[in-house]
Every structure is written in structure tokens, then in C-alpha cells.
């Protein structure tokens, strides 16, 4: 049993991680696109406001489903930059998850100009390759 026991901790221990080009990244269909229905990029909207998802050339599903050519939104919020797309998209209070496949939301934003962007995730949160990216929009909250 003692060997077993070491067997396995050493195997844990020694066990390679995943560097990210490692990662096994689903493809896109050509043409495939994200967009953002609502809020229009430059209008101004009162809090809370509803966010609508567009894709398309690609069918949503939830995280943790391997179907081709689909995958769930991630939303970013007010960010300068693009995460890293050859990991796993983080969680983070600007950068929200959609996992179970939803194509809308609402969000208490503060009045000003504010900025979203979508990234379609696959099963695991990485995006696609090529990825699918909306346009940023740029709004201002009354």
C-alpha cells in the first residue's frame, strides 16, 4: 500500500501542466461572429442595463458540452485589453462568465461612458481559433 500511496503522489507531483499552446483549442467556422444588439455603440442608456448577445455562424451551448462549432459568451467590461486567448478566459467582476449559455443580461453600471466587448468560450472557457470577437462598443450611462 506504501508503494502505491508514493506511486501516486509522485505521479501527482511530477504530472506536466499545460503550457498554453498545449491546450487543445476548438476551430470557428469561418465567418463566425459575436456581436452586441443592445446597448447601441454610442448611445446612452439608463442603469441597469440590458445587455443582448449576437452570434453568428456558430449555436450557443453551456459550458462543460462539447458540441462543434458552439460555445457560451464571456463579456468584458470595461477593459483596456484582451485577456490572454490561449488560456482559459478568468473570471473577474469585468470579464463575466455566461456558462450556462445565456444571451442576455442586466448590470447596475455607474453613470459614465462605459465600454463591453464579447469572447465566445468553449467547454472550458478558451476561446475558439480563430477567435470569436465582437466589435468594443462604447456607451455612456445617464
Do not use: C
Not at 17 to 45: E, M, Q, R
Not at 118 to 137: E, F, N, Q, R
Request: no cysteine; net charge neutral.
Amino acid at each position: 500500500m506504501k508503494t502505491i500511496l508514493s506511486l501516486l503522489i509522485l505521479s501527482i507531483v511530477t504530472m506536466p501542466l499545460f503550457a498554453a499552446d498545449t491546450l487543445p483549442k476548438a476551430s470557428s467556422p469561418k465567418g463566425a461572429k459575436a456581436y452586441i444588439i443592445w446597448p447601441k455603440d454610442g448611445g446612452s442608456v439608463k442603469s441597469p442595463v440590458t445587455i443582448r448577445f449576437g452570434l453568428k455562424g456558430m449555436g450557443i451551448a453551456p459550458a462543460g458540452v462539447d458540441i462543434p462549432d458552439t460555445g457560451h459568451h464571456h463579456l468584458l467590461i470595461d477593459m483596456a485589453e484582451l485577456p490572454d486567448l490561449d488560456l482559459p478566459l478568468p473570471a473577474s467582476e469585468n470579464l463575466v462568465h455566461f456558462g450556462k449559455g445565456q444571451t442576455e443580461t442586466s448590470l447596475e453600471l455607474a453613470p459614465g461612458e462605459h465600454t463591453l466587448q464579447l469572447v465566445l468560450g468553449d467547454k472550458i472557457h478558451l476561446p475558439h481559433s480563430p477567435a470569436v470577437i465582437s466589435k468594443k462598443i462604447t456607451f455612456t450611462v445617464k
